[in-house]
Protein backbone atom coordinates (compact mmCIF):
# COMPACT_ATOMS: atom_id res chain seq x y z
CA UNK A 1 0.00 0.00 0.00
CA UNK A 2 0.37 3.82 -0.26
CA UNK A 3 2.29 6.24 1.98
CA UNK A 4 -1.00 7.31 2.63
CA UNK A 5 -1.85 4.62 5.33
CA UNK A 6 -1.57 4.63 8.54
CA UNK A 7 -0.02 1.88 10.42
CA UNK A 8 -1.63 -1.32 9.23
CA UNK A 9 -2.31 -2.28 13.06
CA UNK A 10 -4.41 0.32 13.10
CA UNK A 11 -6.65 -0.14 10.31
CA UNK A 12 -8.54 -2.83 11.76
CA UNK A 13 -8.87 -1.12 15.02
CA UNK A 14 -12.26 0.03 14.72
CA UNK A 15 -14.60 -1.15 17.70
CA UNK A 16 -17.76 -1.60 15.32
CA UNK A 17 -16.10 -3.85 13.28
CA UNK A 18 -16.71 -6.27 16.49
CA UNK A 19 -20.12 -5.68 16.19
CA UNK A 20 -20.87 -6.16 12.36
CA UNK A 21 -22.25 -9.16 10.93
CA UNK A 22 -19.67 -10.98 8.34
CA UNK A 23 -20.20 -13.20 5.59
CA UNK A 24 -17.30 -15.82 5.45
CA UNK A 25 -18.43 -18.50 4.19
CA UNK A 26 -21.28 -20.44 2.62
CA UNK A 27 -22.86 -23.12 4.60
CA UNK A 28 -22.69 -25.71 1.65
CA UNK A 29 -18.48 -25.83 2.15
CA UNK A 30 -18.95 -26.61 5.90
CA UNK A 31 -20.08 -30.28 6.57
CA UNK A 32 -20.76 -32.42 8.81
CA UNK A 33 -17.70 -33.44 10.46
CA UNK A 34 -15.25 -31.51 8.29
CA UNK A 35 -13.11 -28.10 9.30
CA UNK A 36 -12.55 -25.07 7.33
CA UNK A 37 -10.06 -22.70 7.53
CA UNK A 38 -10.72 -18.74 6.86
CA UNK A 39 -9.53 -15.18 7.47
CA UNK A 40 -11.27 -12.22 8.67
CA UNK A 41 -10.32 -9.28 10.37
CA UNK A 42 -6.36 -10.71 10.89
CA UNK A 43 -7.62 -13.35 12.63
CA UNK A 44 -7.43 -17.13 11.23
CA UNK A 45 -10.74 -18.39 12.29
CA UNK A 46 -11.76 -22.63 12.22
CA UNK A 47 -15.31 -23.19 11.15
CA UNK A 48 -16.76 -26.79 11.73
CA UNK A 49 -19.97 -28.57 12.05
CA UNK A 50 -20.87 -31.42 14.32
CA UNK A 51 -24.51 -32.92 15.57
CA UNK A 52 -24.93 -30.20 17.92
CA UNK A 53 -24.50 -27.76 15.17
CA UNK A 54 -22.10 -25.01 13.23
CA UNK A 55 -18.75 -23.21 15.31
CA UNK A 56 -16.63 -20.75 14.09
CA UNK A 57 -13.53 -19.98 16.50
CA UNK A 58 -10.33 -18.38 16.34
CA UNK A 59 -7.95 -21.28 14.93
CA UNK A 60 -5.58 -21.71 17.75
CA UNK A 61 -5.30 -24.10 20.74
CA UNK A 62 -4.46 -22.32 23.88
CA UNK A 63 -1.53 -25.04 24.53
CA UNK A 64 0.80 -24.48 21.54
CA UNK A 65 -0.75 -22.29 19.19
CA UNK A 66 -1.11 -25.17 16.68
CA UNK A 67 -4.07 -24.91 14.05
CA UNK A 68 -7.17 -26.36 15.35
CA UNK A 69 -8.03 -26.33 11.65
CA UNK A 70 -5.46 -29.12 10.86
CA UNK A 71 -7.78 -31.24 13.87
CA UNK A 72 -10.59 -33.63 13.79
CA UNK A 73 -13.80 -33.55 14.58
CA UNK A 74 -14.84 -36.36 16.73
CA UNK A 75 -18.31 -37.82 17.83
CA UNK A 76 -18.05 -38.18 21.50
CA UNK A 77 -20.46 -39.87 23.89
CA UNK A 78 -20.99 -36.35 25.68
CA UNK A 79 -21.46 -34.74 21.79
CA UNK A 80 -19.03 -33.89 19.64
CA UNK A 81 -15.85 -32.11 19.43
CA UNK A 82 -12.85 -30.50 17.98
CA UNK A 83 -9.34 -32.70 18.33
CA UNK A 84 -6.32 -30.37 18.56
CA UNK A 85 -3.81 -32.15 15.73
CA UNK A 86 -0.76 -31.62 17.90
CA UNK A 87 -1.35 -33.12 21.71
CA UNK A 88 -4.87 -34.22 21.29
CA UNK A 89 -6.62 -31.61 23.36
CA UNK A 90 -10.68 -32.20 22.76
CA UNK A 91 -12.56 -29.04 22.54
CA UNK A 92 -16.30 -29.69 23.06
CA UNK A 93 -18.72 -27.11 21.11
CA UNK A 94 -18.66 -24.73 24.24
CA UNK A 95 -14.89 -23.96 23.42
CA UNK A 96 -13.86 -25.71 26.42
CA UNK A 97 -11.26 -28.48 26.37
CA UNK A 98 -12.94 -31.88 28.04
CA UNK A 99 -10.05 -33.98 27.90
CA UNK A 100 -6.02 -33.98 27.80
CA UNK A 101 -4.83 -37.22 26.75
CA UNK A 102 -1.45 -36.91 28.84
CA UNK A 103 -3.55 -36.70 31.56
CA UNK A 104 -6.29 -38.84 31.47
CA UNK A 105 -7.24 -38.53 35.08
CA UNK A 106 -6.79 -34.47 34.59
CA UNK A 107 -9.81 -32.34 34.49
CA UNK A 108 -8.56 -29.55 32.33
CA UNK A 109 -7.97 -25.94 33.87
CA UNK A 110 -10.64 -23.95 33.26
CA UNK A 111 -8.47 -21.74 31.11
CA UNK A 112 -8.19 -24.52 27.94
CA UNK A 113 -10.83 -23.07 26.05
CA UNK A 114 -11.25 -21.98 22.54
CA UNK A 115 -11.94 -18.37 21.37
CA UNK A 116 -15.65 -18.62 20.94
CA UNK A 117 -17.24 -16.33 18.33
CA UNK A 118 -21.12 -15.90 17.66
CA UNK A 119 -21.76 -17.75 14.40
CA UNK A 120 -25.32 -17.47 12.27
CA UNK A 121 -26.80 -19.14 9.52
CA UNK A 122 -28.70 -17.24 6.81
CA UNK A 123 -29.79 -17.40 2.93
CA UNK A 124 -26.92 -20.12 2.60
CA UNK A 125 -24.14 -17.79 4.00
CA UNK A 126 -22.49 -18.85 7.60
CA UNK A 127 -22.29 -15.21 9.25
CA UNK A 128 -19.89 -14.13 12.24
CA UNK A 129 -19.44 -11.16 14.48
CA UNK A 130 -16.17 -11.18 16.62
CA UNK A 131 -18.06 -9.61 19.32
CA UNK A 132 -21.29 -8.66 20.77
CA UNK A 133 -23.77 -7.69 17.38
CA UNK A 134 -24.99 -4.31 16.97
CA UNK A 135 -28.04 -5.67 15.32
CA UNK A 136 -29.64 -9.11 13.84
CA UNK A 137 -28.10 -10.50 10.58
CA UNK A 138 -28.64 -8.67 7.47
CA UNK A 139 -31.52 -8.59 5.76
CA UNK A 140 -32.89 -10.15 2.23
CA UNK A 141 -36.43 -10.78 1.94
CA UNK A 142 -36.74 -11.43 -1.51
CA UNK A 143 -34.31 -14.12 -0.94
CA UNK A 144 -37.24 -16.25 1.15
CA UNK A 145 -40.00 -14.89 -1.46
CA UNK A 146 -42.55 -17.22 -3.68
CA UNK A 147 -41.09 -17.64 -7.21
CA UNK A 148 -37.17 -16.53 -6.57
CA UNK A 149 -34.10 -18.49 -7.46
CA UNK A 150 -31.06 -17.99 -4.65
CA UNK A 151 -28.01 -18.19 -5.74
CA UNK A 152 -24.22 -17.40 -3.96
CA UNK A 153 -21.50 -15.66 -6.01
CA UNK A 154 -17.79 -15.38 -4.63
CA UNK A 155 -15.86 -14.48 -2.72
CA UNK A 156 -14.28 -11.52 -4.73
CA UNK A 157 -11.04 -10.63 -3.41
CA UNK A 158 -9.71 -7.19 -3.99
CA UNK A 159 -6.56 -5.44 -2.73
CA UNK A 160 -8.72 -2.37 -1.47
CA UNK A 161 -10.93 -1.40 2.23
CA UNK A 162 -13.88 -2.27 2.81
CA UNK A 163 -15.78 1.24 2.39
CA UNK A 164 -14.29 1.70 -1.42
CA UNK A 165 -15.88 -1.70 -2.35
CA UNK A 166 -19.41 -0.68 -0.92
CA UNK A 167 -19.48 2.35 -2.77
CA UNK A 168 -18.29 0.95 -5.68
CA UNK A 169 -21.62 -0.98 -5.26
CA UNK A 170 -23.54 2.41 -4.63
CA UNK A 171 -22.52 3.65 -7.59
CA UNK A 172 -24.88 4.13 -10.53
CA UNK A 173 -23.30 6.58 -12.95
CA UNK A 174 -20.14 3.71 -13.48
CA UNK A 175 -22.84 1.14 -14.70
CA UNK A 176 -22.45 2.42 -18.41
CA UNK A 177 -19.28 2.82 -18.28
CA UNK A 178 -17.14 0.15 -16.65
CA UNK A 179 -19.77 -2.31 -17.77
CA UNK A 180 -20.82 -0.98 -20.88
CA UNK A 181 -22.79 -2.97 -23.22
CA UNK A 182 -23.86 -4.67 -19.85
CA UNK A 183 -24.95 -2.73 -17.34
CA UNK A 184 -25.51 0.59 -19.25
CA UNK A 185 -24.58 2.44 -21.82
CA UNK A 186 -22.58 4.97 -22.60
CA UNK A 187 -24.08 6.75 -25.01
CA UNK A 188 -27.38 6.42 -22.56
CA UNK A 189 -25.25 7.20 -19.17
CA UNK A 190 -27.21 10.35 -17.93
CA UNK A 191 -28.61 9.79 -14.38
CA UNK A 192 -31.93 12.25 -13.12
CA UNK A 193 -32.44 12.94 -9.70
CA UNK A 194 -33.10 10.28 -7.16
CA UNK A 195 -34.24 10.47 -3.74
CA UNK A 196 -31.81 9.47 -0.99
CA UNK A 197 -33.92 8.48 2.52
CA UNK A 198 -33.06 7.34 5.56
CA UNK A 199 -33.06 3.76 6.00
CA UNK A 200 -36.12 1.52 7.19
CA UNK A 201 -34.79 -1.31 8.95
CA UNK A 202 -34.33 -0.06 12.45
CA UNK A 203 -31.33 2.13 13.96
CA UNK A 204 -28.52 0.90 12.28
CA UNK A 205 -29.94 1.18 8.70
CA UNK A 206 -27.64 3.46 6.72
CA UNK A 207 -29.14 5.22 3.48
CA UNK A 208 -31.37 4.16 0.89
CA UNK A 209 -32.21 5.07 -2.60
CA UNK A 210 -35.34 4.21 -4.61
CA UNK A 211 -36.17 4.18 -7.92
CA UNK A 212 -32.83 5.72 -9.80
CA UNK A 213 -33.38 4.81 -13.37
CA UNK A 214 -30.94 3.48 -15.88
CA UNK A 215 -30.99 2.33 -19.05
CA UNK A 216 -29.94 -1.27 -19.89
CA UNK A 217 -29.25 -2.77 -23.31
CA UNK A 218 -30.65 -5.93 -22.54
CA UNK A 219 -32.25 -5.97 -18.56
CA UNK A 220 -34.14 -9.51 -19.36
CA UNK A 221 -32.51 -11.52 -21.88
CA UNK A 222 -34.42 -10.65 -24.87
CA UNK A 223 -32.01 -8.16 -26.45
CA UNK A 224 -34.57 -5.46 -26.28
CA UNK A 225 -32.99 -1.92 -24.38
CA UNK A 226 -34.79 -0.54 -21.53
CA UNK A 227 -35.00 1.80 -18.54
CA UNK A 228 -35.04 -0.39 -15.02
CA UNK A 229 -35.36 1.00 -11.94
CA UNK A 230 -32.55 0.38 -8.74
CA UNK A 231 -33.52 0.42 -5.24
CA UNK A 232 -30.49 0.73 -2.84
CA UNK A 233 -30.29 -0.15 0.84
CA UNK A 234 -27.35 0.44 3.20
CA UNK A 235 -27.33 -2.12 5.73
CA UNK A 236 -24.29 -1.67 7.76
CA UNK A 237 -21.10 0.35 7.25
CA UNK A 238 -20.17 -3.08 4.76
CA UNK A 239 -23.38 -4.30 3.73
CA UNK A 240 -25.22 -2.70 0.84
CA UNK A 241 -27.76 -4.58 -1.39
CA UNK A 242 -29.86 -3.42 -4.24
CA UNK A 243 -33.20 -4.62 -5.72
CA UNK A 244 -33.49 -4.00 -9.74
CA UNK A 245 -36.78 -3.70 -11.12
CA UNK A 246 -37.79 -4.01 -14.87
CA UNK A 247 -41.59 -4.55 -14.91
CA UNK A 248 -42.60 -7.47 -12.72
CA UNK A 249 -38.76 -8.86 -12.83
CA UNK A 250 -36.87 -8.68 -10.20
CA UNK A 251 -33.26 -9.17 -8.99
CA UNK A 252 -31.24 -8.02 -6.30
CA UNK A 253 -27.78 -8.45 -4.61
CA UNK A 254 -27.12 -8.70 -0.52
CA UNK A 255 -23.26 -7.58 -0.70
CA UNK A 256 -21.24 -7.67 2.87
CA UNK A 257 -17.66 -7.29 2.87
CA UNK A 258 -14.89 -9.23 4.91
CA UNK A 259 -11.85 -6.97 5.98
CA UNK A 260 -9.69 -9.98 5.58
CA UNK A 261 -6.46 -8.01 6.88
CA UNK A 262 -4.77 -4.71 6.87
CA UNK A 263 -4.99 -4.91 2.75
CA UNK A 264 -7.65 -6.82 1.49
CA UNK A 265 -10.97 -7.60 1.34
CA UNK A 266 -13.70 -10.55 0.34
CA UNK A 267 -17.23 -9.85 -0.68
CA UNK A 268 -19.87 -12.12 -0.65
CA UNK A 269 -23.33 -12.09 -2.42
CA UNK A 270 -26.26 -13.54 -2.05
CA UNK A 271 -28.26 -13.35 -5.36
CA UNK A 272 -32.07 -13.72 -5.95
CA UNK A 273 -33.98 -13.33 -9.41
CA UNK A 274 -37.57 -14.49 -9.80
CA UNK A 275 -37.22 -14.66 -13.58
CA UNK A 276 -34.81 -16.41 -16.25
CA UNK A 277 -34.75 -19.78 -14.24
CA UNK A 278 -34.29 -21.56 -17.17
CA UNK A 279 -30.28 -20.14 -17.38
CA UNK A 280 -28.10 -22.34 -16.12
CA UNK A 281 -26.40 -21.02 -12.24
CA UNK A 282 -23.14 -21.19 -13.56
CA UNK A 283 -23.86 -19.35 -16.15
CA UNK A 284 -25.19 -16.72 -14.42
CA UNK A 285 -22.26 -16.55 -11.88
CA UNK A 286 -20.17 -16.56 -14.22
CA UNK A 287 -21.71 -13.30 -15.54
CA UNK A 288 -21.10 -11.59 -11.94
CA UNK A 289 -17.67 -12.71 -11.75
CA UNK A 290 -17.22 -10.68 -15.13
CA UNK A 291 -18.57 -7.91 -13.23
CA UNK A 292 -16.67 -7.97 -10.49
CA UNK A 293 -13.62 -8.53 -12.41
CA UNK A 294 -14.13 -5.25 -14.17
CA UNK A 295 -15.10 -3.40 -11.44
CA UNK A 296 -11.82 -4.95 -9.43
CA UNK A 297 -9.58 -3.16 -11.54
CA UNK A 298 -11.00 0.21 -10.98
CA UNK A 299 -11.51 -0.08 -7.48
CA UNK A 300 -7.94 -1.59 -6.70
CA UNK A 301 -6.72 1.80 -8.54
CA UNK A 302 -8.57 4.09 -6.27
CA UNK A 303 -6.24 6.47 -4.45
CA UNK A 304 -6.25 7.64 -1.45
CA UNK A 305 -7.63 4.19 -0.18
CA UNK A 306 -9.20 5.27 2.57
CA UNK A 307 -12.58 6.64 1.64
CA UNK A 308 -12.35 10.26 2.15
CA UNK A 309 -15.04 11.43 5.13
CA UNK A 310 -14.48 15.11 4.56
CA UNK A 311 -17.06 16.38 1.54
CA UNK A 312 -14.36 18.83 0.60
CA UNK A 313 -11.96 15.74 -0.92
CA UNK A 314 -13.10 14.28 -3.91
CA UNK A 315 -15.91 16.11 -6.29
CA UNK A 316 -19.65 15.30 -5.78
CA UNK A 317 -21.95 15.98 -8.24
CA UNK A 318 -25.81 15.34 -8.00
CA UNK A 319 -25.64 12.03 -9.86
CA UNK A 320 -23.06 10.68 -6.59
CA UNK A 321 -26.17 11.42 -4.38
CA UNK A 322 -26.00 8.00 -2.66
CA UNK A 323 -22.01 8.25 -2.28
CA UNK A 324 -22.40 11.26 -0.32
CA UNK A 325 -25.36 10.06 1.79
CA UNK A 326 -22.87 6.67 2.12
CA UNK A 327 -20.10 8.94 3.42
CA UNK A 328 -22.02 11.35 5.36
CA UNK A 329 -23.15 8.00 7.84
CA UNK A 330 -19.96 6.85 8.17
CA UNK A 331 -18.78 9.22 9.65
CA UNK A 332 -22.11 9.87 11.54
CA UNK A 333 -21.88 6.52 13.04
CA UNK A 334 -18.21 7.15 13.74
CA UNK A 335 -16.71 4.52 11.75
CA UNK A 336 -12.98 4.43 11.53
CA UNK A 337 -11.88 1.37 9.34
CA UNK A 338 -10.95 2.43 5.36
CA UNK A 339 -11.88 5.89 5.82
CA UNK A 340 -10.08 8.84 6.04
S1 LIG B 1 -1.04 -27.48 20.69
FE1 LIG B 1 -3.02 -28.24 20.77
S2 LIG B 1 -2.91 -29.90 22.10
FE2 LIG B 1 -0.94 -29.06 22.16
FE1 LIG C 1 -19.64 -2.15 -10.86
Request: net charge negative; with cysteine; glycine share 10%.
Amino acid sequence: MTANLLDPSLILDDPRLLTEWFAVGWSREVEQGRTVSRRALSRDLVLWRSASGLHCWLDLCIHRGAKLSLGTVKAGVDGDCLECPYHGWKYAGSGLCVAIPAHPGLMPPGKARAQVYAVRERYGVIWVCFGEPAGGLPEFPIAEAEGFRVMLAGPYRFRALGPRLIENLLDVAHLGIVHSGLLGDPLRSEIEDYEVTKGTRGPHSGPEANDIRIWQPDPDGTGQGAYVSYHYEVQGPLTAGFVKHHGAQQFGILAQVVPVDAEHSEMRMVMAMNYGHEIPEAELIAFQDFVAGQDKAIVESQRPELLPLDLQAELHLRSDRMAIAYRKWLRQIGFTYGVA
